[in-house]
């Protein structure tokens, strides 16, 4: 047995994984832990959870996977340094944080006092990891694969060719050129400053018109070989300290964008200033741009290599709108994009690169061929088909939590029902939903990534216009112009939508079919569009048969979908789930088989 510590630690989104004998067997974020979004630093209770999960202990981890190996770009930062002379605090603070992702062993002895973890640690490029993260959990032989990001191990974009166990990188854009930064910087000129908020400027981009196009090319300049570069007229990164903050807490990114863009732009709307025309305008237009520079590039990666699988990973590859796209702006035909397609997903990629370089040098180890549908068969034993490797809790755990508050909850008019068939679970859930409730649906394992998919999320009804009005007074409190977005089952996709492909993760927009749409207002976005996630009886049998016992009360085979949370991480244990409940005022919670009600509502 080879078991392996995958970590994505000191940077945004800081995560763990554990891989045994090339299969993922747990995954999660650490924010969901600390309860601070984005939370940054060493992933202690992500691994914990990990080892838990997987019932061993660090001792037992034979290697422990990172997604970062400054030294492999060693020599194109020296070049740069010389060429551009920048601070001796630019480069000091970069060393200062190169020897903090060197100190890990140290770090584990911290947090797990007793345990000895005596392996060794496996660093794999910052791009080789989002790659692997991608390729090596995907139902493909053989694919192209691309990363896009911000910036790690100074560079912002990477591609080549995935086959079999192995990833050949030939392509890279190096700092300080970076579509991430690109889109990063406009979403702090948009007023929107904290780290992860692109989707914003994604949710706003449909309600303007790209009128700066003109602008937008000034600034991301398209080269021939499929690449993209900045001005860097607009940009600070390139010349001076961007203070970002990566030592635990929330992450923190100092403004990336010089006073040139303000001229080119007009002034900057400040947090909290009214959203504009003009502000929408540009959001489509910095989308627009983004989907410009992605398909240009996936244009000359289709014409160099022919192939036409896909698979994409690194923070752009969170731009589910984008990502709609492929089958139509570009010749690729499949695509697979993970749950955890940014840098969290760095932990996996680092711990199946591990795996697979071990594969091939060790003939003791053991993988069994992985069948899919039909006839194909992949050379790798794993591939991830769902999110569902986060911590789950029993029955008897909610119980015991539900007994501890009893006083609280009848206090508080509450009334607790324990539904034993789950038959009767999903029915009485559906019948809810169909009321207008809003319910808190907590079962199985957390999702690995940001989205919730079913095990801790909150649903409501897709039908109702008021619904997102109705969610946003109750508990969500966020911006009117983002949207909700439907679960829907697999099998009905083709009649709700004009595309019919696995989204099993959330990660691609697609049009709702024009007749279709004003069935299910709630979440179809003012373009017509919808985020689905699609759902499989196989991989969640639960949330499959409360969607479906919806249809069968409604005739229509989805849910509304937002994550179960205020403002604060996804709810990742029973206690914060019923806190939320109580805090907030959603009508139902459904914790694994208890359902919690607020004066008897179904
Ligand atoms: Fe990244």
């Known amino acids: 047995m080879t078991i392996i510590l995958g970590v994505n630690a000191y940077h945004g989104d800081s995560a ?62 020296i070049a ?13 603070e970069r060393l200062r944080n190169q020897a903090r992702r060197q ?108 009128r700066f196009m003109e602008q937008m090319h000034e600034i991301v300049r398209l080269r021939d070989d499929g690449a993209f570069a900045l001005d860097l007229k607009f940009f600070r990164h390139h010349r001076e300290t961007i203070p970002y903050a990566w030592e635990g807490g929330a992450p923190h990114v100092g403004t990336l964008f010089a006073p040139a863009l303000e001229k080119l732009l007009g002034p900057t709307r400040a947090p909290g200033e009214p959203l504009e025309q003009k502000h929408r305008d540009i ?74 370089s071990l594969w091939e040098s060790r003939e003791s180890l053991q993988a069994t061929p992985r069948a899919l549908e039909g006839d194909a068969v992949i050379g790798r034993p794993f591939v991830m088909e769902h999110a569902y490797w986060g911590p789950g809790f029993t029955d008897a ?24 068939d789950e038959n009767d679970l999903c029915r009485l859930t559906a019948r809810s939903i169909a009321r207008g409730n809003v319910v808190g649906w907590f079962q199985g394992r957390m999702e690995w990534g940001p989205r919730a998919l079913g095990n801790r999320s909150i649903v409501c009804d897709p039908r109702r216009a008021d619904m997102k009005d109705i969610l946003n007074a109750k508990i969500k409190r966020r911006e009117s112009f983002r949207p909700f977005a439907p679960s829907i089952l697999r099998e009905y996709v083709a009649e709700w939508f004009e595309e019919d492909f696995d989204v099993p993760f959330m990660m691609q927009v697609f049009q709702i079919r024009e007749e279709r749409r004003a069935q299910v207002p709630a979440v179809t976005h003012v373009d017509g569009s919808g985020r689905l996630q699609t759902v499989y009886r196989e991989t969640n049998p639960r949330y499959w048969r409360l969607i479906e016992a919806f249809r069968q009360e409604t005739g229509v085979p989805m849910v509304l979908n937002t994550s179960f949370n205020e403002n604060e991480p996804v709810v990742c244990q029973p206690r914060e789930a019923l806190d939320c409940f109580l805090r907030t005022n959603m009508d139902m919670l459904v914790m694994e088989n208890y359902v919690i009600t607020r004066n008897r509502v179904h």
């Not at 340094?81 to 480069?91: A, C, E, N, Y």
């Not at 640690?121 to 991608?134: D, I, K, P, Y």
């Not at 192209?144 to 911000?150: H, I, M, R």
């Not at 959001?283 to 289709?302: G, N, T, W």
């Open 16 to 77: 763990a994984c554990l891989v045994r004998d090339g299969c993922v067997v747990a995954a999660a974020e650490e924010e969901r832990f600390r309860r601070v979004k984005h939370w940054a630093g060493f992933p202690s209770e992500a691994i914990r959870c990990c080892l838990k999960e997987a019932g061993v202990s660090l001792s037992d981890v034979e290697y422990i996977a990172i997604n970062s190996d400054p030294r492999t770009t060693v020599w194109q930062k």
């Open 103 to 210: 100190s890990l062993k140290a770090e584990l002895a911290r947090a797990f006092p007793g345990q000895t973890f005596s392996g060794q640690v496996h660093r794999v490029e910052h791009h080789l990891a989002h790659l692997a993260s991608a390729f090596l959990v995907s139902p493909f032989e053989e694919a192209v694969t691309l990363s896009v990001d911000g910036f790690g191990d100074f560079s912002s974009a990477a591609w080549g060719v995935g086959r079999g166990g192995g990833i050949r990188i030939d392509g890279r854009v190096h700092f300080p050129h970076s579509l991430g930064i690109f889109y990063q910087a406009l979403t702090q000129y948009l007023g929107f400053p904290h780290y992860g908020d692109e989707y914003k400027v994604m949710g706003l981009a449909p309600y303007g018109e790209p």
């Open 283 to 356: 959001a489509r237009s910095v989308q627009a741009m983004y989907e410009e520079a992605f398909f240009h590039l996936l244009d000359a990666l289709h014409a160099r290599y022919g192939l036409d699988t896909l698979t994409l990973a690194g923070g752009c590859a969170m731009n589910s709108v984008a990502n709609g796209k492929v089958r139509r702006r570009s010749k690729f035909r499949r695509l697979y994009v993970q749950s955890a397609a940014g840098d969290a997903g760095g932990a996996i990629g680092a711990a199946m690169h591990a795996w697979h």
């Open 397 to 420: 755990e909610v119980a015991e939590l539900l007994e501890r508050d009893e006083r609280e909850l009848r206090q508080r008019n509450c009334i607790v029902e324990h539904v034993a």
């Open 80 to 92: 740069y340094t010389l060429r551009r002379r920048p601070s001796p605090r630019f480069v000091l």
